[in-house]
Nanobody, 122 residues
Framework: VQLQASGGGLVQAGDSLRVSCVAS????????MGWFHQVPGKEREFVAA????????EYADSVKGRFTISRDNTKNTVYLQMNSLKPEDTAVYYC????????????????WGQGTQVTVSS
């Protein structure tokens, strides 16, 4: 299984950015997909998840109303649209695939991508 994240970069506060994650080696349409972020010295934190069944979504409180997770099963790709970015959103963003009921903890996810850096300047 491979998860390849891309789309990170350097933006200014208030800007928008979309990161993507292409999955291979698994039946993408039957996996929940999620995004986490991590800054140096801190634990990886949940950002958003989208269920394979029904497409329901969940978000961390810190990103509700600003970020949107979506998926395209025809392209084996999950997206994270990030709007109104803040300097505190600066982190490496990781995508994950899993099939657990719980989504907001790292141990619930089976597969991880390599991460893409998002830097938001003030």
């Amino acid at each position: 299984v491979q998860l390849q994240a891309s789309g990170g970069g350097l933006v200014q506060a208030g800007d928008s950015l979309r990161v993507s994650c292409v999955a291979s080696g698994l039946t993408f349409s039957t996996y929940d997909m999620g995004w986490f972020h991590q800054v140096p010295g801190k634990e990886r934190e949940f950002v958003a998840a989208i269920r394979w069944r029904g497409g329901s979504t969940e978000y961390a409180d810190s990103v509700k109303g600003r970020f949107t997770i979506s998926r395209d099963n025809t392209k084996n790709t999950v997206y994270l649209q990030m709007n109104s970015l803040k300097p505190e959103d600066t982190a490496v963003y990781y995508c994950a695939a899993g099939r657990r009921r719980v989504v907001d903890t790292t141990i619930a996810w089976n597969y991880w991508g390599q991460g893409t850096q998002v830097t938001v300047s003030s």
